[in-house]
């Protein structure tokens, strides 16, 4: 069983609008990570937060962290229909080295 | 792109058989990390490898084994496959003590029926 969760499971957007995706975890953390992922292909890398950071940005990405509520949020901007794929939340605990820990995803759809 | 590959990409085997998936670390990464993605589910930690260890392992049973050459590439072995075990297989490098960002490969399909 996977330790996160992720909401919406599916979300469906036009061109132009924003897209925020939310994830929330049950254990103690040292960061979390979001990762894109193409019709079941490998998996991007995106953006890593460490848990002792509460906002994050990257291009049109920004990733907030909420470590007493246990949760994070993807937020994409001015979406594109390129951006269709599904996202993932990863996260790593202790002294995991790369053992990530991740939820069961949001496929986002993105309609030109 | 990363610079991390795996082979073969599709896979058919059936029930009882044993598989063998291969993986190519990307460049001056020492760490190589096995994934089980079920359809429609987000991947699932199998095992690590480090300096040619198993450096931890997930809730996966002994018929998953694993193997880390001296070049970092990277070996997962199935025995006594079951239909369950039919996934996409993704291996992930990264560097030790880096704060654990991984570069995935595109995957093995693996379906056994």
């Known amino acids: 069983s996977q330790q996160g969760e992720e909401d919406p499971q599916a979300l469906s957007i036009q061109e132009g609008e924003n897209a925020t995706m939310n994830c929330s975890y049950k254990t103690s953390i040292n960061n979390l990570q979001w990762y894109r992922q193409n019709s079941g292909r490998g998996l991007v890398h995106l953006i890593l937060?460490?848990?002792?950071?509460r906002e994050k940005h990257s291009g049109r990405l920004r990733v907030t962290l909420d470590t007493s509520k246990k949760s994070s949020s993807l937020l994409i901007t001015a979406s594109r229909a390129a951006d269709t794929a599904s996202y993932f939340c990863a996260f790593a605990g202790g002294t995991s080295y790369g053992k990530l820990t991740f939820g069961q995803g949001t496929i986002l759809t993105v309609h030109p | 792109e990363t610079g991390v590959t795996q082979s073969p990409t599709h896979l058919i085997k059936t029930r009882g058989q044993q598989v063998t998936l291969r993986c190519s670390s990307q460049s001056g990464h020492n760490t190589v990390s096995w994934y089980q993605q079920a359809l429609g589910q987000g991947p699932q930690f199998i095992f690590q490898y480090y300096r040619e260890e198993e450096n931890g392992r997930g809730n996966f049973p002994p018929r998953f084994s694993g193997l880390q050459f001296p070049n970092y590439s990277s070996e997962l072995n199935v025995n006594a496959l079951e239909l369950d075990d039919s996934a996409l297989y993704l291996c992930a490098s990264s560097r030790r003590g880096s704060l654990d960002e991984q570069y995935f490969g595109p995957g093995t399909r693996l379906t056994v029926t």
């Open positions: 937060i460490r848990s002792n950071e």
